[in-house]
């Protein structure tokens, strides 16, 4: 309901810079947003978290592109787009994630916990306990390279020339990706230092 989305303002401007990533991919689905917390925080039915509005529930995506309850054993969930959306979390740039809580075990930069079948649980860390987003350079495994590959790759397929190949989505800062990430700097004027 909506008196459970209540935030504080950089959750909000977090999951507004997802929002605003998401609907940039061509034809994604709406995203459906669960409980965040009551305004002024307190206990929510049914949680032992959701106090501070740091919490947020989303439900996965859908094949179909409906937003109602699924979960991830559903033959219309859609593990990819499940994916995207948790990438673009974790890379959201305004507020630094703490944890995404989901149980489908193919879904990478997420944990397992009881009773997360049916929507990821993100936490937020409280503004000023980390940086937004890490410094990413050749040789990292984050969740957030994932997200690096994925908008390298938009870019490299935007090109009426492609100046690199495409970069494997892994999650893994490797050669490939280093080289087009110098490739994007130096074409944006930008040091090519190969770092994000």
């Avoid at 978290?49 to 409906?66: E, F, L, T």
């Avoid at 690199?164 to 994007?184: E, M, R, W, Y």
């Amino acid at each position: 309901s909506s008196a459970n989305r209540y935030g504080i303002a950089d959750t909000i401007a977090a999951l507004v810079e997802a929002g605003r990533i998401w609907a940039l991919r061509s034809t994604v689905p709406d995203v459906g947003l669960g409980d965040i917390s009551r305004r002024g925080g307190g206990a929510l039915d049914g949680h032992s978290s959701h106090r501070k509005g740091i919490d947020v529930d989303i439900r996965p995506i859908q094949k179909n592109g409906a937003v109602g309850p699924i979960t991830f054993r559903d033959p219309n969930y859609s593990r990819e787009l499940t994916q995207d959306l948790a990438d673009i979390l974790h890379a959201n740039g305004k507020l630094a994630v703490q944890f995404i809580l989901f149980n489908d075990p193919n879904v990478k930069g997420v944990q397992y916990y009881n009773n997360h079948d049916n929507h990821l649980h993100v936490r937020f860390l409280l503004p000023g306990e980390a940086a937004a987003l890490p410094v990413l350079s050749q040789g990292q495994q984050h969740p957030c390279v994932r997200e690096l590959q994925r908008r390298l790759n938009l870019w490299v397929a935007a090109q009426a020339q492609p100046p690199c190949p495409p970069v494997q989505i892994d999650g893994d800062f490797g050669n490939v990706a280093s080289t087009a990430l110098k490739t994007f700097q130096t074409a944006a004027g930008l040091p090519a230092g190969g770092r994000a």
